[in-house]
């Protein structure tokens, strides 16, 4: 089955900085890659996806980027605010969804 | 609009008891529903999932059960609860290729 890596597990980063957080996928025949944040004591929210015929998509303040050929996609937040500090997830899906371990983000005032 | 519902919010429960957890998805029919479990600061953990009424697939061997009586209920239940059961459940329905919508979770303490 897929396989999902994230890293790192933990980030700080300080206030109106970047953050990018990497998830790397085992099975090629995987073609959709959501991105989910998680804030405390809630369920995880969908933030943003990309699906294999797309390199890269932008929403605002955060992107997600896409290398097929080294199975590997990335996060990346830009101008951090203190409410952007949660815990996020990227998955992949063939036939089904598998999520990376988490990456807590802490931003700093 | 879909909209997910879970319930109760946080559940404390001594070991030895029975445990249901209950979640029903509004606006659309036939759902794929999963459970998942998340023990504190860890990932998402696939407990089980379904794909129809009656038709349940366990993912990790575990002292829970899954049931779907209908079409867009989904419950998870325990005979006895284990301290090893506490944790952060979630339910979520969905699609693989379009992602999926979590419930916010019930917050389970066995003591």
């Known amino acids: 089955g897929e396989n999902v890596e994230q890293h790192p597990s933990t980030l700080s980063v300080q206030e109106g900085d970047s953050a990018v957080i990497k998830c790397t996928y085992s099975?090629?025949?995987?073609?959709?890659f959501p991105w989910y944040k998680q804030e405390l004591g809630k369920g995880p929210q969908l933030i943003i996806d990309?699906?294999?015929?797309?390199g890269e998509k932008k929403d605002q303040r955060i992107a997600v980027t896409l290398n097929k050929t080294a199975k590997h996609f990335s996060l990346h937040i830009t101008e951090t605010q203190p409410e952007d500090s949660a815990v996020y997830f990227c998955?992949?899906?063939?036939?089904?969804?598998?999520f990376g371990a988490g990456t807590t983000v802490t931003v700093r005032a | 609009s879909q909209t997910i519902h879970q319930w109760p919010a946080t559940l404390v429960q001594p070991v030895g008891s029975p445990l249901s957890l209950e979640c029903t998805v509004e606006?659309?029919?036939?759902?794929?529903l999963y459970w998942y479990r998340q023990a504190a600061g860890r990932g998402l953990q696939l407990l089980f999932y379904?794909?129809?009424?009656?038709?349940i697939s366990s993912e990790v061997p575990q002292n829970l059960s899954a049931s779907r009586p209908q079409d867009r209920q989904f419950i998870l239940s325990s005979k006895k609860l284990l301290l090893s059961d506490s944790g952060f459940y979630l339910c979520?329905?969905?699609?693989?290729?379009?992602?999926?919508?979590f419930g916010s979770g019930t917050r389970l303490t066995v003591v």
């Open positions: 979520a329905w969905g699609l693989a290729n379009y992602g999926y919508t």
């Open positions: 099975d090629s025949a995987s073609n959709y």
């Open positions: 990309i699906r294999s015929n797309v």
């Open positions: 998955a992949a899906s063939s036939h089904k969804l598998s």
């Open positions: 606006g659309t029919s036939n759902p794929n």
């Open positions: 379904s794909v129809g009424i009656g038709q």
